[in-house]
């Protein structure tokens, strides 16, 4: 069963805060995986925080198939470490209002 995630990784030991993501080692990899992700269905949303973190909301069966994802990143435990994958029940979902289906309170997806 597919379920939604929210996944928190931090900046790791190789991650070079002077320099901006384009310029960090490994990142054209990195940057290959992550679209890999997005293409797949597995990543949601993402991006970084102001905090030295990065959140993705991601689509999986279990949080085990998350873990071995971010284990393939070529930046796993270099540049990003992750922090933690919690299990998240979608209760609203604005992607469905957006395409013209009418919202309903503590009901995920469109009616």
Request: net charge negative; no cysteine; proline share 8%.
């Amino acid at each position: 069963m597919t379920m939604f995630h929210v996944v928190l990784r931090q900046i790791g030991p190789e991650f070079d805060p002077a320099l901006p993501l384009e310029q960090q080692s490994g990142w054209h990899d990195h940057a290959l995986y992550m679209d890999s992700l997005v293409e797949g269905g597995h990543i949601i949303l993402g991006g970084p925080l102001p905090n030295g973190r990065v959140a993705h909301a991601m689509e999986a069966d279990s949080e085990q198939e998350l873990r071995a994802i971010w284990a393939r990143d070529p930046w796993h435990e270099s540049h990003l470490i992750l922090e933690s994958v919690e299990p998240w029940e979608i209760r609203l979902d604005g992607r469905a209002y957006a395409k013209g289906a009418r919202p309903r309170a503590g009901r995920a997806g469109p009616d």
